[in-house]
């Protein structure tokens, strides 16, 4: 006999620095592993999947996250008491903060409207210790005005074949930037914090694989010298005329914003 399936809507809060991304790896440490790991204990003997709205890189963390819960048989009883018990069996770096059931005909990939993603990072000196799960540290000096103003050509719809690796060169690498800046940090802070640090922020429907890490290393290497505001416009224009090779390191990034058709 088949079994009633229900579905539920997660939102979820995470520090990656200690996992290597977000989809299940064997022998790895991962979000959804540990998510899966920690259902086991808290719906013992039921059947259930789960589906993630965005498959972070290693080391990418998550402000405001999502992934379905697809339960067999009977529905939870208790939607608050049943987060209250995910929560405190859940590692310290992962929280669920929201829940809330969904129609069958919810698609967490195909109605997710907007993503937003956040790169924190400063240059110069070495950064305290304290700051490597939050933060990016580049060496040697940067020049933020022109970074600003290569931030600014990726708004709009472009080719990004060359900011992706080269196995997924295959895949449909036209997408549109809705937002694209580079802002003096006033978001987040801390004791152990530089003086000055910075926020590349970047938005749209979604993105390709290491898209908005790759568009940070053309926005480092601008503003190190190493890459001139031609070159960076030229690269949406005719893809094939830069090889980037240069992956911003996954600590600096996270997820901000993500929202769903609805209002979900």
Known sequence: MKMDRHHYLLRIQYLGFRYSGWQRQPEQKTVEG??????RFVLPGREYKILGSSRT????????????????GQPLEDLSKF????????PPDIRIFKILPVQQDFNIINDASYKEYHYLFAFGA???PFCAPLMAG???EL???LMQKGASLFIGTHEFSSYTTRDQKGNQQKRKVILSELIPNTV????????????FK????????????????ALVSLGSGELSLEQLRYSLVEPESLELTYIAPGSGLHLNKLQFKGGK
């Open 34 to 39: 540990m998510l899966l790991k920690t259902l």
């Open 57 to 72: 890189d290693s080391r990418v963390s998550s402000l405001d996250g999502a992934f379905e819960l697809f339960l067999e």
């Open 83 to 90: 987060m209250d018990h995910f929560n405190l069996n859940l």
């Open 126 to 128: 070495k950064l305290h």
């Open 138 to 140: 580049f060496h040697g």
């Open 143 to 145: 020049d933020i005005p």
């Open 188 to 199: 987040f802070s801390a004791s152990f914090f530089p003086d000055k640090s910075y926020i």
């Open 202 to 217: 970047i938005g749209g429907h979604g993105f390709i694989r290491y898209q908005v890490r790759m568009i940070m290393g």
